[in-house]
């Protein structure tokens, strides 16, 4: 999937799908760009740690 941050002219920023759907509102650019990014990586690791695990 993927993202969009559109910021607005009081300079907040919003964090939403490619589909339109607003997900959270920041304070800044970089604040949405921070939460997308710890997201990226919690994904990842959740993806590494599904493909880790051994089948039973």
Known sequence: MD?????WPDKRATLMTE??????TF???SEA???Y?????SQQAR????QDT???
């Open 19 to 24: 589909n339109g759907y607003n997900l959270a």
């Open 37 to 41: 990014e710890e997201w990226r990586k």
């Open 33 to 35: 760009r921070q939460a």
């Open 54 to 56: 051994p089948l039973t």
């Open 47 to 50: 993806d590494f740690k599904r």
């Open 3 to 7: 993202f969009i941050i559109k910021e």
């Open 27 to 29: 304070n800044s650019l």
